[in-house]
């Protein structure tokens, strides 16, 4: 129990950070980023080729995959988003450059880096051992740990700082946060840099965990859009609950329900589909988003 | 204005019915056919979806209805032994009973929660396919025999698909008319009362529901003919390809499916179609590029969508405001 426990809590950890930079993209700009998978596999390519190609510490992979994947996001939102928002009758159209964007990303991580499975050596040696009842590898803690201070320093930086402000006041009401000054460009394409830094960082530290390979992109965009239906879209204490449940409903999943096969996903989205039906707006949502 | 829509049609059925063979026997590419035959199929798809963006609802869920459709065609000729033209309809109606089971609970979202549990429901239908005895999990259905003879009152309207000299050009025949079927059946809803309806629901629901239409009716009626589209799309398309496996729609295809719609402009009744010929056959002419084509064709859908974000028909609309 305290094992599936455990795994749950390194899982939703990993999974929150994902739902987070794709709820705050969509509380600030109302666009469903369908690239945010791939984001994140551009992450953790970013962070193998620093670490093992030219053997710099984690650290520092880590700071390039977010240092980069904010780039992408602030020139995507600038010269893709922007555009496209201000010219289309119907927000929606947003949903086909974000698709074609998902392509894009895919297109070029395959071209630049390649189709094979890629990983780091590890972090950190030694497994995590009380007594039978816990075993979990040192790394796998480090990268939990890692991921959660990741959330608690995004939570502060939204909750305290003037940038952060900033974007709360934009996701609750756009009109009036330009009426009272807020340079709405702006902080649209900081907010987008910041999604997309989320999901690099998520990359980052998965690659040493899970290694990285160019499938992965879908079905992780798949998960967080999940997550952010249990949570409730834009809401940031949404997608952290989201992540952390669906972390934890794998976990017990998997362990559960290993006896009838595989299907763990199978039962998970029949009772997100019943829960959405008495509360479409998930956990934590406004109606109707 | 009324001559010159005649005309349109009639030119239309021409390119499709005589043109493109004509083209295809003289110019020997003969795999163009399969091409074609799938943007017909495809376009059935999206005619469904285009209906459910009508109502204001984005549809990422097309995918699970083909291969539900798929799957019923399959399973009542493998193991029922129904001919399958009869499975047909059956797979379109099938499809379209599970989508109102299902349309009621989800229809009551709206935005990005609808488009977000379609899109779950997509990957649901494949794990169902997957976990089900009767679909045979991942090895699928397999060696399903081609159509065979259509007769009514014992007169043969189609003959049977294994005599055939060249099934491809009867299977494109075959995706051409149900296409042609499909898009006058849609036209024919949006130019109707049901479809000034479905224009209210669009526009503002409450507003609709206040001044007295059935909106939850309405919306379910919508979405139960766009899955019929989906089911048959799939139902033929297992035809072709006589086989079926869980994966044979997956995510990638419903998100697809919508963007056919996107590109081809949700104000237009043959948008979609435009949308998925300009897609998939483009898709198609890149092959050449090897592995440069996902970059290519990826590079060429974000640049038409910052040039023309309204789909591409909208580009008759600004021709028009000019006059």
């Known amino acids: 129990m305290e094992q599936i ?81 201000r010219k289309s009758k119907r927000e929606e159209s947003t949903m086909l450059l974000a698709a074609g964007i998902a392509f894009f990303l895919d297109a070029v991580i395959l071209l630049v880096f390649g189709e094979k499975q890629r990983g780091v050596p590890k972090i950190v040696n030694g497994v995590f051992n009380w007594d039978f009842r816990l075993i979990m590898p040192y790394d796998r803690i480090l990268i939990g740990v890692l991921a959660i201070a990741a959330i608690v320093g995004f939570i502060l930086y939204m909750q305290y700082s003037r940038t952060g402000r900033a974007m709360r006041a934009l996701a609750q009401d756009r009109v009036a946060a330009q009426l009272m000054g807020v340079d709405v460009d702006r902080y649209s394409m900081i907010g987008f840099a910041l999604g997309a830094m989320l999901a690099g960082v998520v990359g980052g530290l998965l690659v040493t965990i899970t290694g990285i390979n160019l499938g992965m992109g879908g079905p992780t965009s798949i998960k967080a859009f999940m997550m952010i239906m249990i949570g409730g879209a834009g809401v940031i204490s949404g997608a952290i609950a989201g992540g952390f449940i669906l972390g934890m409903m794998e976990s017990i999943g998997l362990s559960v329900l290993a006896v009838y096969g595989d299907i763990t996903y199978l039962v998970i989205f029949a009772t997100l589909m019943i829960f959405l039906a008495f509360r479409p707006q998930g956990l934590m949502g406004k109606p109707w988003g | 204005m009324n001559t010159q829509k005649l005309l349109g049609v009639a030119g239309f059925l021409f390119a ?125 259905i397999t060696s399903i025999p081609l159509p065979g003879e259509l007769s009514l009152f014992g007169l043969t309207i189609v003959p049977d698909f294994a005599t055939m000299q060249n099934p491809k050009l009867a299977f494109y025949l075959l995706a051409a008319t149900l296409m042609v079927l499909s898009y006058a059946a849609l036209w024919r809803i949006v130019n109707s009362r049901l479809g000034h309806l479905c224009r209210s629901l669009q526009q503002n629901e409450e507003l609709a529901s206040s001044i007295g ?78 592995q440069y084509q996902l970059l290519i064709y990826s590079s060429a859908m974000i640049a038409l969508m910052l040039a023309v974000p309204n789909g591409v028909l909208s580009l008759l609309d600004r021709k028009g405001g000019r006059k």
Not at chain 2, 25 to 39: H, K, M, P, Q
Not at chain 2, 255 to 272: D, E, K, R, S, T
Request: aromatic share 16%; proline share 2%; charged share 5%.
């Open chain 1, 5 to 85: 426990l455990a795994n749950g809590l390194y899982l939703g950890a990993q999974y929150a950070l994902i739902a987070l930079g794709l709820t705050l993209i969509f509380s600030l700009m109302n666009v469903l980023n369908f690239a945010h998978g791939q984001m994140y596999v551009l992450g953790g390519f970013v962070t193998y080729t620093f670490v093992a190609q030219f053997g710099l510490p984690f650290i520092v992979g880590l700071l390039a995959s977010a240092v980069v994947l904010a780039v992408v996001g602030a020139l995507i939102e600038k010269f893709l988003f922007r555009p496209v928002i």
């Open chain 2, 16 to 140: 499709v019915f005589v043109l493109v063979p004509w083209g295809i026997a003289a110019s020997g590419r003969w795999d163009f056919y399969y091409t074609l035959t799938s943007v017909a199929l495809l376009s059935i798809g999206a005619a469904g979806v285009w209906l459910t963006f009508y109502i204001g609802r984005i549809n990422i869920g097309q995918g699970a209805y083909a291969l539900m459709g798929g799957y019923v065609s399959a399973v009542l000729i493998m193991k029922a032994g129904i001919s399958f033209w009869a499975t047909l309809p059956l797979a379109g109606l099938f499809c379209a009973v599970i989508s109102v089971l299902i349309g009621l609970p989800i229809l009551r979202l709206r935005g990005v929660y609808f488009a977000m549990v379609t899109l779950v429901l997509t990957e649901v239908t494949r794990l169902t396919a997957l976990a089900l005895s009767v679909t045979n999990g991942a090895k699928g």
């Open chain 2, 213 to 290: 239409v059935n909106t939850a009716y309405l919306r379910v009626l919508a979405y139960a003919i766009s899955s019929f589209f989906g089911g048959i799309a799939g139902a033929v398309f297992v035809a072709i390809s006589q086989s079926i496996y869980p994966s044979s729609f997956v995510v990638t295809d419903s998100v697809n499916f919508m963007l056919y719609c996107f590109l081809g402009g949700l104000g237009y009744v043959f948008g979609p179609m435009l949308g998925t010929l300009l897609l998939y056959f483009g898709w198609d002419l890149l092959s050449i590029a090897k």
